[in-house]
T-cell receptor, first 116, second 114 residues
């Protein structure tokens, strides 16, 4: 069965520090990859997605992620975090397996706290 | 901007009682999903609809959970009877179709079973 691993459960950074959140998935076939963010008191929203093409994808609010197929990874990066980036971040994989489903498989999430 | 609507936002119920959640997807979205998110974990799909048909309910505990989307628009998820382990956030999402489309999430219903 497909699975998604997020290595960091809690990350604390100071403003202006660089961010990298790890995400690895297990599936040998074609995948679509996503990063979702949940700000305090808000609903899940899409940060960025990868379906095909350039493995370096750019999302909202200065975030980017790189798909490395050989490593089954899709790490999220931001060069300089802000206090407003405090949120929980979820990596997700969509791996259709011969049927019509568009099922998303989520990692356990990384809670990021940015200190001013 | 169109949003997925869910109600209620919070629900406290006693175990063995019945509880129901409602979801109204973004207009025009044919695919609707119900996810359950237990504290400290990522969302897990319970059931997926394409229009009014169930596409995937493999993770739905069918002895106590049921879901319907009778007219292919809004949807109801029911639990009867509720158990302590059902305490979680129940999220509804919708997408334009079953292909590589973004899923838009609602605010969720926080269920507490006492």
């Amino acid at each position: 069965a497909q699975s998604v691993s997020q290595h960091n459960h809690h990350v604390i950074l100071s403003e202006a520090a660089s961010l990298e959140l790890g995400c690895n998935y297990s599936y040998g076939g074609t995948v679509n990859l996503f990063w979702y963010v949940q700000y305090p008191g808000q609903h899940l929203q899409l940060l960025l997605k990868y379906f095909s093409g350039d493995p370096l994808v750019k999302g909202i609010k200065g975030f980017e992620a790189e798909f490395i197929k050989s490593k089954f990874s899709f790490n999220l990066r931001k060069p300089s975090v802000q206090w407003s980036d405090t949120a929980e971040y979820f990596c997700a994989v969509n791996a259709p397996y011969g049927g019509a489903t568009n099922k998303l498989i989520f990692g356990t999430g990384t809670l990021l706290a940015v200190q001013p | 901007e169109a949003e997925v609507a869910q109600s209620p936002r919070y629900k406290i119920t006693e175990k063995s009682q019945a509880v129901a959640f409602w979801c109204d997807p973004i207009s025009g979205h044919a695919t609707l999903y119900w996810y359950r998110q237990i504290l400290g974990q990522g969302p897990e799909l319970l059931v997926q609809f394409q229009d009014e048909s169930v596409v995937d309910d493999s993770q739905l505990p069918k002895d106590r959970f049921s879901a319907e989307r009778l007219k292919g628009v809004d949807s109801t998820l029911k639990i009867q009877p509720a158990e302590l382990g059902d305490s979680a956030m129940y999220l509804c999402a919708s997408s334009f179709g079953q292909g590589p489309y973004e899923q838009y999430f609602g605010p969720g219903t926080r269920l507490t079973v006492t």
